[in-house]
């Protein structure tokens, strides 16, 4: 392989495909990543097995090949280099060369043959996405995500496909977020896959590059093309919690909160808390909100704010997190915020948005 091209160009695309890159496996391949020429096109995979990406871009072929890189130690070679044109050069024992105008390095490569192979999506059923409404509605889901790798089916986001909607779902157990989309489409078919967190992250990562996401559905895997990146990403395997049958039905009295006040008052909240005392407490007036922390040892804060609110007065608890991650996540002026009971869960509702938090308990 004998390549020219642009460092800005090579740096780019391997900003893009690091973050799924891992020294830890007892596979070393997986450290490195594969260039491979295509006419004037280099096309620059990486895996973890569970998850690949692939990045093209442009250059100029002097003679066709591909080689397996270290990847860490090539980016960092490249990030360092002085000038912007490069020439790389593959020798038959995998002897790679990197020539600027005055630079020189050598570094040993792997056959491109033991890379692992990517999957390729041949037929199957696709579904084109605007990035900026997957972008939001991941962005308003991803985080409700469960970290708990023993409930593994819960470490991912559910896509649900149907007619022409589209639901991203995302529990942790202690809450729900649905954000419900329209497509521009229909689908012939059901479709409910669980794509995992890691997978989701670097789809969200690499958004910005493209106007429109195709999603291609695989046997047990998905496939994101956006423009000259694809993410491939083996799903999670199983059936999701059966969510529709947790949504409370609608109240109606509503605390109506001013989301950048409400959001302010329990970060203020949350600087007091420890593991041992997580929960920030609500207590609801008519037409008023008292956002207040004690901590034993630590200290004391209490916080009015004017809401609108006609129904009973009630005391309740949350981890502030919680609270945190949706409020900072929605774009609106005010939230209606839906409180039963002091044990019963709290919900924001919107015509395509439901958030649910289970309350905790206070003392």
Do not use: W
């Not at 091209?5 to 900003?15: G, S, T, V, W």
């Not at 000038?83 to 040993?108: A, Y």
């Not at 989309?181 to 910005?208: D, F, M, Q, Y």
């Amino acid at each position: 392989m004998k390549i020219k091209l642009q460092k800005k160009d090579l740096i780019y695309a391997l900003q893009k495909v690091q973050g799924i890159i891992t020294t830890k496996s007892t596979l070393p391949i997986i450290s490195y990543i594969l260039l491979t020429t295509q006419e004037d096109i280099l096309q620059i995979n990486a895996t973890d097995l569970d998850i690949g990406i692939k990045c093209r871009i442009p250059m100029e072929n002097i003679e066709s090949g591909g080689i397996c890189l270290p990847a860490r130690r090539f980016f960092e070679i490249i990030r360092e280099l002085p000038f912007d044109d490069l020439e790389i050069t593959t020798k038959k024992n995998n002897l790679t060369n990197i020539k600027t105008k005055s630079c020189e390095f050598k570094i040993i490569g792997l056959n491109p043959e033991e890379f692992p192979k990517l999957p390729e999506f041949k037929e199957g059923q696709c579904v084109k996405i605007k990035s900026e409404i997957l972008k939001k509605a991941i962005s308003l889901t991803s985080f409700a995500v469960s970290l708990d790798e023993t409930r593994y089916i819960l470490n991912g986001i559910l896509l649900y496909f149907y007619g022409n909607n589209f639901n991203m779902v995302a529990t942790d157990g202690k809450r729900l977020a649905i954000k419900k989309e329209e497509l521009h489409e229909s689908i012939n078919k059901e479709i409910k896959i669980i794509v995992p967190i890691k997978a989701i992250r670097e789809l969200e990562r690499n958004l910005e590059d493209t106007e429109e996401v195709l999603l291609v559905f695989g046997k047990n895997q998905i496939g994101f093309e956006l423009g000259n990146i694809n993410i491939i990403s083996r799903l999670i395997e199983g059936d999701f919690p059966d969510y529709q049958q947790v949504i409370p039905v609608e109240v109606p009295h509503k605390v109506i909160v001013n989301r950048q006040l409400f959001l302010g008052a329990i970060r203020r909240a949350a600087l007091l808390t420890t593991p041992d005392y997580q929960a920030v407490k609500l207590e609801v007036f008519k037409n008023k909100l008292v956002v207040s922390k004690s901590t034993p040892d630590i200290g004391e804060s209490y916080e009015e704010l004017s809401v609108e609110y006609e129904g009973k007065e009630m005391l309740i608890g949350f981890n502030p997190d919680y609270l945190i991650d949706v409020f900072k996540n929605l774009e609106d002026e005010n939230i209606a915020f839906e409180l039963t009971e002091s044990e019963k869960p709290a919900v924001i509702r919107k015509s395509d948005y439901i958030y649910i938090v289970l309350p905790m308990r206070l003392g």
